[in-house]
């Protein structure tokens, strides 16, 4: 029997049930085009709630990607696009953390039973996708994929430089600058 479990006006989505049965967490959006978080809420047997679901998100600034428990029943991992890159973040209701770093998108994360390692893909500006191997932690990372590294060898990629603008309201306004292959310094560029 379908039967609603929340009352938000906004929006609900991407529900993940906990490794033991017990917990549910899911994003949420109080009204349309609202700030995205991360809801965890304690559920019966039956899937009625126990309690008032608690946002995981509340003090974070970033728009949470699909939550995943990662073997865990006590912390969701999500990722999350930061700086012109994407990366992967946890949280447990005492904050959130980043636990992947660098100049790159990593996506399509998988947790292992226990969730000790986990398996996702990399790309950048400079390189296609891959697939890695890590710890819980994100360290020991290991690639596992080496599709287009034939093809890297004979192609000249161009390095973006990330640009950031500070408009009259504060608001940071983030760019791209994609120099042109063989740049002269003595040239000006469009």
Do not use: C
Not at 23 to 28: C, I, K, M, Q, V
Not at 56 to 61: E, P
Not at 85 to 104: C, P, S, W, Y
């Amino acid at each position: 029997e379908v039967r609603t479990l929340t009352a938000n006006p906004g929006a609900e989505r991407s529900p993940a049930i906990s490794p033991n049965g017990g917990r549910l967490a899911y994003l949420s959006n109080l009204k349309r085009g609202g700030e995205t978080d991360v809801m965890v809420v304690d559920i019966a047997p039956n899937a009625e709630f126990r309690g008032q679901p608690r946002n995981l998100t509340v003090k974070w600034a970033l728009d949470p990607g699909a939550p995943d428990w990662a073997g865990s029943n006590s912390s969701v991992r999500f990722s999350s696009v930061i700086g012109g890159n994407v990366h992967l973040f946890e949280a447990d209701g005492g904050g959130v953390k980043q636990i992947t770093k660098g100049d790159r998108y990593l996506r399509a994360f998988t947790f292992s039973k226990s969730g000790g390692r986990m398996a996702y893909t990399i790309d950048s500006a400079m390189a296609p996708a891959k697939v890695s191997i890590a710890s819980r932690n994100g360290s020991d990372e290991t690639r596992v994929t080496s599709f287009n590294d034939e093809w890297l060898k004979d192609i000249t990629l161009a390095a973006p430089e990330r640009i950031v603008y500070t408009v009259s309201d504060g608001t940071q306004i983030e760019g791209w600058v994609v120099p042109p292959i063989a740049q002269e310094s003595s040239k000006q560029y469009p």
